[in-house]
């Protein structure tokens, strides 16, 4: 297991490419603990890496829920909203993605639509979604919380960790490092920065 040298606050480093985290934890790829998702997402918002621990919700066609959620302190927490893959409503928008941010979320990860792209292109978060659709969730719904979720080939777990950059998404239900190389010595651990 790669743990991070002593003495090294992660919190202000910038982030090692996915790429570099798959290859440094490769046993966790075979045990299924470390799973990637397929490369089906767009990228939005200023950090081109996120990562951070798993809030799992689950709507359809609605973002209920979803404001009084990003209201509560992010503390670097990465929303999974999973919409069922609908493309008929954005199901978050530059509201949303200006209140995760200034809440202190890293970023979400949605299995839908999202608008006001250029909006959220402003906002210091990372955003991954399907696609962009201009129409406005419905009002009415039931979320749910914290469940497991399961799209792009792979299950997702609430308190997970995931890991996005341009290389992709993986989530692992464990925080993992990857592999830095400093003088002739390789030390380990996963650098941020968002």
């Known amino acids: 297991m790669n743990e991070p040298p002593l003495g090294i606050d992660t919190t202000k480093l910038h982030a090692a490419p996915v790429a570099d985290l798959c290859d440094a934890n490769a046993s966790l790829i075979l045990t299924g603990e470390l ?13 081109i890496s ?8 689950r ?8 404001s009084e959620l990003l209201e509560m302190p992010g503390e670097g927490r990465v929303l999974v909203l999973d919409g069922r893959g609908s493309k ?9 993605a200006e209140q995760a941010c ?4 890293a970023g979400a990860v949605v299995n839908g639509c999202v608008r006001d792209v250029d909006d959220i292109n402003t906002f210091t978060i990372g955003v991954r979604a399907l696609a962009i659709h201009p129409r406005h969730p419905g009002i ?3 979320p749910e919380m914290h469940v497991d979720v399961e799209f792009a080939g792979a299950v997702i777990r ?5 890991y996005a950059d341009t290389d992709g998404i993986i989530v692992c239900s464990k925080e993992i490092y990857g592999r830095l190389l400093h003088g002739e010595t390789s030390r380990s651990f996963f650098l941020r920065d968002c």
Do not use: K
């Open 59 to 66: 709507v359809l066609e609605h973002n209920v829920g979803e």
């Open 140 to 142: 009415d719904g039931v």
């Open 158 to 162: 609430d308190g997970e960790w995931l």
């Open 35 to 47: 799973r990637i998702l397929e490369p089906v997402f767009q990228a939005h918002g200023q950090c």
């Open 102 to 105: 200034r809440n202190g979320w």
């Open 50 to 57: 996120f990562s951070g621990r798993v809030v799992t919700m």
């Open 88 to 96: 008929r409503y954005a199901i978050m928008g530059g509201n949303l």
